[in-house]
């Protein structure tokens, strides 16, 4: 895709007459998702379409917390977003606290938080993702809805029903609880072996800007996206050498939608007898020469990394991408114990000093902790991420821990589902009929592990984006009384319809509460 809309140019078109035209229709269908999807901003008013508006808390002020607040009021709800950290820190999230040269690394086509959301560009860098988390935030007036600097350290239930934030009445109460903090909090930073030893420079991969590297040795420890990130930051600062210490093979897939759409439609979300199917092709249309580096596989047991460039780097000689395990730290570099393909971590190999004059820890981040949830919410064997469908604890319907307990996918967080599961909630705060029974929550988890009872990982540890998908219509068929509110949870709209019955059967039961 072309980097901007000022690249449609006639010489760009000649150039690139498929890409420039998928460039335009991407655009136009952008509008189009825009113009029937987005729901438009509310006037004020303590009544939402003759019901009593309903209040939401959102915890996290992150890209998932600031689309999901945005549903919540397009369809006439009231929120109050709780955010821990500053503004500059926290609105945003996790695409506040990165370097300033990290970008998309899957097509922005499938990255899709809201249906308001316009890019100009294929793989949008941090500062225009955080621009549309920002003008988001704004379009839907949640500016006087967000409190920062207050973390969230419990939410408790009333006798009620509704919910209390920190014990404390000073932001009222609410009736349901949007937990979006995320599972990429703090940098983490682990101590490395002889540390002290090192004469260079340390830096975690996510404080990046501003720091010098050309014409250095650059060694780059962890061998996930923060390392493939970190590479890239080298590359354009026009390091000298770069090193990459990976402990495993990791899958490393092509930065192509279509290549990352075919992976996600495996329905099933596991590996099954034909994964070798995908992995050969990958090895062989895309590792080529260099297929050792290439796991054997595994596929679809975790998150591949989506990188078209790291490859050529390699060939061109301008990164080494090595297997094993760290020994200790030297005042020159890192003592490092390389392994074979096939050999396990920690398993023999050949030490060497790999020298550098800058280490960057890609080692990720910590995961932002649910403990401010209900105890009651985290029994075995129903704790996350085994809730239904993922996010709502069985006990409580009325909690959404959206994009907050996910462990591996072929897919995106920051797609289209994050406003189906917020609608998923408002359709059980609004219509008592369509909430799932604990029981029931409980027998939808356990079916789900049935059907992935073979899967080499935990039948919730992985998942595929289509998997996701067919949750959201099987739970939806499987209950008659959610039938009519199949358009709004899936496409968020057809509001109308449904919101009349609930209206008719909320007098119906005024009617019978008087005569009773």
């Known amino acids: 895709m072309a980097e901007s809309q000022s690249a449609f140019s006639l010489s760009a078109f000649l150039r690139n007459p498929f890409l420039q035209t998928f460039t335009i229709f991407y655009l136009l269908f952008q509008n189009l998702i825009i113009w029937v999807f987005a729901p438009n901003p509310p006037k004020p008013s303590d009544v939402s379409n003759g019901l009593p508006k309903r209040r939401v808390a959102v915890i996290g002020a992150g890209l998932t917390g600031v689309s999901a607040a945005a549903h919540c009021v397009g369809h006439g709800f009231d929120v109050e977003i709780f955010e821990a950290r500053s503004k500059e820190k926290g609105l945003g999230g996790i695409w506040s ?71 404390d009445d000073k932001y009222g109460r609410f009736d349901g609880i949007i937990a979006s903090v995320g599972v990429c909090g703090d940098a983490k930073m682990p101590p490395l072996p002889d540390q002290d030893n090192y004469k260079g420079h340390i830096y975690h991969s996510s404080e990046l800007d501003g720091k010098n590297v050309e014409g250095k040795k650059v060694v780059i420890v962890g061998g996930g996206a923060s390392a493939i990130e970190a590479l890239e930051f080298a590359v354009k600062s026009k390091a000298a050498e770069i090193d990459v210490l990976s402990r495993s093979d990791k899958w490393i897939i092509p930065r192509n939608v279509l290549v990352q759409s075919l992976l996600a439609m495996n329905i099933l979300g596991q590996e099954t007898s034909l994964s070798w199917i995908p992995e050969s092709l990958l090895r062989r249309f895309f590792y080529r020469d260099l297929s050792d580096i290439a796991p054997s596989g595994g596929l679809f047991t975790q998150t591949p990394m989506a990188n ?6 390699i060939r061109e000689g301008k990164a080494r991408w090595l297997r094993g395990d760290i020994v200790s730290l030297n005042a020159e570099g890192v003592r490092f114990n390389l392994r074979g393909s096939g050999v396990p971590k ?112 935990g039948a919730f540890d992985f998942f595929t984006y289509t998997e996701l998908l067919y949750w959201f219509v099987f739970s939806i068929l499987v209950n008659p009384f959610r039938w009519k509110w199949a358009p709004f949870v899936l496409f968020g709209v057809g509001w109308t319809l449904p919101l009349e019955v609930v209206k008719q059967e909320e007098s119906f039961r005024k009617e019978l509460r008087r005569q009773h």
């Open 308 to 313: 078209s460039e790291l490859f050529d780097q």
């Open 97 to 167: 606290r990165v370097n300033s040269t990290s970008s998309l690394q899957i097509h922005s086509i499938m990255y899709r938080f809201h249906p308001s959301v316009q890019y100009d560009t294929a793989y949008p860098t941090q500062g225009e993702i955080k621009e549309q988390i920002v003008d988001l935030w704004k379009r839907y007036g949640l500016q006087k809805q967000t409190v920062f600097n207050t973390p969230v350290t419990s939410v408790k239930q009333t006798k009620n029903g509704r919910w209390l934030i920190n014990n």
């Open 346 to 457: 920690g398993g023999p190999g050949h030490e060497t000093t790999v020298k550098g004059d800058a280490i960057i820890m890609a080692t990720g981040f910590k995961r932002p902790s649910l403990s401010f949830l209900p105890d009651d919410a985290f029994e075995d064997p129903y704790s996350p991420p085994s809730w239904y469908l993922q996010v709502f604890p069985p006990k409580y319907t009325s909690i959404c821990a959206n994009n907050s307990t996910y462990v591996n996918a072929i897919g995106t967080v920051g797609n289209m589902h994050i406003g189906i599961y917020t609608r998923f909630l408002l359709m059980f705060l609004t219509d008592p009929l369509s909430r799932p029974t604990e029981g029931r929550m409980k027998t939808w988890i356990d079916f789900t592990r049935f059907m992935k009872r073979l899967s080499p990982v």
